[in-house]
């Protein structure tokens, strides 16, 4: 890869320049997710200290060089359908769809923050959410719960109803009861009875 003269002169390389490149040359399926990619997609609430990546099982864990902090994710099944690519000086990479990004947001809350963290980024991301690109076949990369949690989120804190409408039709058959925090205890929660939650949690987004 030839790398850009303002980058070779500092020594670093920003890992979008590189991910593609690298992910083919040890044959590992992958995307850019969570945080970075609600980013890349206009949801830059916070700024973002680690590149998060999502590859096809086994996980590459954690990689730290110099200023540059990675983290790797794994999942059994890529959901290649559901990706698509941003452009660098260097060629193009993958990057989650701004619904796959909600999905994966809410699927692994606690490496980015928390519950109140995913809601601040998804009250900016769900400009870019099409509520249309949600299908069965998308849902079915997660838990059901997860998708609980989604449509919970967008329902009652955000107020999208419309989003959260088309995921509740998709998958409204498949419901059970389900925790808003695992890792918190349910005393005193009350349950959703719409998207069959126990809110264990008050989730805040500030205006």
């Not at 809410?106 to 809601?119: E, F, K, M, Q, S």
């Not at 980024?121 to 959410?129: D, G, P």
Request: with cysteine.
């Amino acid at each position: 890869m030839a790398v850009p003269e303002e980058y070779a002169l500092k020594g670093e390389v920003p890992q979008n320049l590189y991910i593609d490149q690298m992910m083919r040359f040890i044959g590992k399926d992958y995307y850019v997710c969570l945080l970075n990619a609600a980013a890349l997609h206009g949801a830059s609430h916070q700024a973002v200290m680690t590149f998060s990546v999502m590859t096809s099982t086994p996980s590459l864990g954690t990689r730290v060089k110099k200023e540059t902090h990675t983290n790797f994710y794994s999942r059994l099944r890529m959901p290649d359908k559901y990706l698509v690519q941003r452009k660098t000086k260097t060629g193009l990479y993958n990057v989650s769809s701004p619904e796959l990004t909600a999905l994966d947001l809410v699927a692994r809350y606690h490496d980015v923050g928390g519950l109140n963290r995913v809601a601040v980024v998804m009250s900016e991301l769900v400009e870019k959410i099409d509520a249309n690109k949600f299908d069965k076949e998308m849902l079915s990369y997660f838990p059901v719960s997860d998708v609980q949690r989604l449509g919970y989120i967008l329902d009652c804190v955000l107020g999208e109803t419309k989003i959260a409408d088309a995921l509740y039709e998709l998958s409204k058959s498949k419901f059970r009861k389900a925790i808003l925090k695992i890792s918190k205890g349910t005393e005193g929660a009350e349950m959703n009875d719409k998207w069959k939650i126990m809110v264990n949690d008050l989730i805040e987004v500030e205006e």
